[in-house]
């Protein structure tokens, strides 16, 4: 059997199902797919994973692991624009939705241009210029 990998959907446990759904929906602009108490999925747009909301403790049971962790959790998600004036509005909007500046957007070594934020539950996001 050949089996290919494909994400359709990027889980966050998170501590408040409402608080989550208000960062993303209303601060960054995702559609709501499905609304239910203690799960909600988001589109993220054409040709993106769908980003679905769930209560952290519940996530860790679902997974078989202890729900404890915090600081850098061995992942982040990407998000490419098209120019540095994208970059400062999604860092600029993340923010103002109740997000955190980890690092402050600014011209990379690489000769890009990005920052970091995270949500209000510490999932990291690094949003940057392709080159």
Same mark, same amino acid.
């Given at each position: 059997m050949d089996i290919k990998l494909q994400v359709n959907a990027?889980? %966050? &446990? #998170?501590?408040?199902? =409402?608080? =989550?759904?208000? /960062?993303? #929906?209303? &601060? %960054?602009? $995702? *559609? #709501?797919?499905?609304? @239910?108490?203690g799960f909600v999925? $988001?589109?993220?747009?054409?040709? !993106?994973?769908? %980003?679905v909301l769930y209560p952290r *403790?519940?996530?860790?049971?679902d997974a078989g692991v202890p729900a404890e962790g915090a600081g850098f959790r061995? $992942? !982040? /998600?990407? /998000? #490419?624009?098209g120019s540095r004036e994208?970059?400062?509005?999604v860092m600029r909007a993340a923010v103002a939705a109740g997000g955190t500046a980890v690092k402050e957007a600014t011209a990379a070594e690489?000769? &890009?241009?990005?920052?970091?934020? !995270?949500?209000?539950? &510490? @999932? %990291?996001?690094k949003v940057a210029t392709a080159a």
């Open positions: 990027i889980m %966050l &446990g #998170v501590e408040d199902i =409402a608080r =989550a759904k208000k /960062f993303y #929906v209303e &601060g %960054l602009g $995702c *559609e #709501v797919e499905q609304d @239910h108490p999925r $988001c589109g993220l747009g054409e040709g !993106s994973s769908a %980003l *403790e519940a996530a860790a049971r061995g $992942c !982040s /998600f990407h /998000f #490419v624009t994208e970059v400062d509005e690489w000769g &890009g241009y990005d920052g970091y934020f !995270s949500d209000p539950d &510490g @999932h %990291l996001w």
